[in-house]
């Protein structure tokens, strides 16, 4: 099921409850894409990774 309400991944690290994000509040949340910094990291690195792994399957 998916979330109703974002949690924040750099405050909810390490504890039992997970931390409402903050939206504008927060130095990582970049509101073009309304998205925290951590997703996109990581979004990107896995679009990095696949594209590697398609090129050297080649």
């Not at 979330?3 to 970049?30: H, N």
Request: positive net charge; glycine residues 2%; aromatic residues 10%.
């Amino acid at each position: 099921m998916p979330r109703e309400i974002p949690y924040c991944p750099l405050m909810s690290a390490g504890s039992d409850i997970d931390k409402v994000c903050t939206f504008e509040s927060c130095a990582w949340y970049v509101p073009s894409v309304k998205k925290c910094a951590m997703y996109m990291l990581a979004y990107n690195a896995l679009l990095d990774v696949t594209a590697k792994q398609k090129a050297s399957k080649k």
